[in-house]
Each structure stands twice: as structure tokens, then as C-alpha cells.
């Protein structure tokens, strides 16, 4: 049975800290305790570290999740998912796999992805021809945007694939402020795996 690889990206000079590595590695591990955990970054991080190969800026250091120097298939988790129950079903998807948007039923959200190292190869081969134009071309819906461009209506979408397994803390968990497209009562819903946040509160300012 092959090791479950899980990796993370950390750029510095923003908000997010080697502190906020180690604290999805322990979710991580405490969830899923033989996965490997890995985190691209830049700075030294309290686990298995790679290293940056290009510096692109805030959410475009997310690119280098496509360089073909790195191997095999792996589930990426952004630095502000909360893990609160067993990962076994999403580390082992065995297909291109990627969040619908949460607002948009139209779109994608890059917080959470499985990749197939076939998939990724072709991405980098679109973004590597021009990645300053890509990120002016995106500059308001970042890199899931860009990777709409090339995903969309192709990829699998994890909340149809693993119902329920994958929540937002915005739409699902936190007490409905806009009943228009939230539904949460403050309890985290039965069966969720991973909560985004994607945005505003971070998990860490709210005790998680």
C-alpha cells in the first residue's frame, strides 16, 4: 500500500507563519498518522521541507505544487484548513479532484486538491509560458482562477465525490449571518473531514 502524501505551501513575507505549518501538520498527523507531510516553503517549517523553486507572490507560490520536480500524486491543504476527522478517503481519491467554489456553483476553490501527477504536468506546461501574464490576467481571482481556465468542467469536484467530508467554516459551521448562503448553527456538520475557511477568520483566531 503506497504512503498518502500530503502536502502544504508556505511563502513568506505575509501573514501566514511557520507557525501555522505546524499546526496543520499536527491535525495532519493526529488524523491520519502515517501520511507524509510535506510544505514548499521558502523559511525553514517545523516538518519535511521543500524548497521553493519560484518565488511568485502570495497565492502564486501555490504554483509550485505543479513543478515536475516533484513526484507522484499527493492531497494539497491550504495553511487555514482546520482537519477534525479522518483524511483515509481524501489522501486516497485516485482522480483529479478539486473544491467547488463555495458561493460560486459555477466555480472552483483551489483550498483543498488532489493531484495526480499527470494533471499537474499539464498545468505547468500552460503556466510556464508566460506566468507574469497569467497573474496579471488573474489578479482578482488568483491562481483557482487560472486554474479554472483549464479545470473547470474536467476536474471532479470533492464535495460530490466525498459528501459531506469537506465544509466551510463561513457557509456551514459558524452561526448563518446571511441566510441566503449560510447554514451553520456553530456545531461542526456530521460526517466533515476538513473545513476551509477561505478567508476571514482564520481557524486560529476563532480556537481552531
Known amino acids: 500500500m503506497k504512503r498518502l502524501e500530503i ?3 508556505l511563502k513568506s513575507e505575509g501573514e501566514y507563519k511557520a507557525e501555522h505549518v505546524e499546526r496543520l501538520h499536527r491535525q495532519v498527523l493526529q488524523h491520519l498518522p502515517d501520511a507524509r507531510f510535506r510544505c514548499i516553503s521558502d523559511v525553514d517549517v517545523p516538518c519535511e521541507r521543500m524548497p521553493m523553486e519560484h518565488p511568485w507572490p502570495g497565492w502564486w507560490s501555490k ?3 505543479f513543478s515536475p520536480s516533484i513526484t507522484g500524486d ?3 491543504l491550504d495553511l487555514d484548513s482546520a482537519i477534525v476527522g479522518d483524511l483515509s478517503d481524501l489522501a486516497g481519491l485516485d482522480r483529479l479532484a478539486i473544491m467547488r467554489d463555495v ?3 459555477d466555480g472552483l476553490q483551489s483550498s483543498i486538491m488532489f493531484l495526480p501527477e ?5 498545468v505547468w506546461a500552460e503556466w510556464v509560458k508566460s506566468p507574469e501574464i497569467w497573474m496579471q490576467m488573474y489578479r ?3 491562481d483557482q482562477a487560472f486554474l479554472e481556465r483549464l479545470w473547470l468542467g474536467k476536474a471532479a469536484i470533492i ?3 466525498l459528501p459531506g467530508q469537506v465544509c466551510s467554516y463561513k457557509a456551514h459551521v459558524r452561526p448563518a449571518v446571511r441566510k441566503d448562503r449560510e447554514f451553520g448553527n456553530g456545531a461542526v456538520p456530521d460526517g466533515a473531514r476538513v473545513i476551509a475557511f477561505h478567508g476571514l477568520p482564520r481557524p486560529w483566531q476563532v480556537g481552531w
Open 118 to 122: 499527470a494533471d499537474r504536468a499539464k
Open 159 to 161: 464535495q460530490d465525490e
Open 140 to 142: 482578482k481571482g488568483g
Open 7 to 9: 502536502l502544504c505551501v
Open 74 to 76: 499527493f492531497l494539497y
Open 103 to 105: 458561493y460560486r456553483k
Open 63 to 65: 504554483q509550485n505544487l
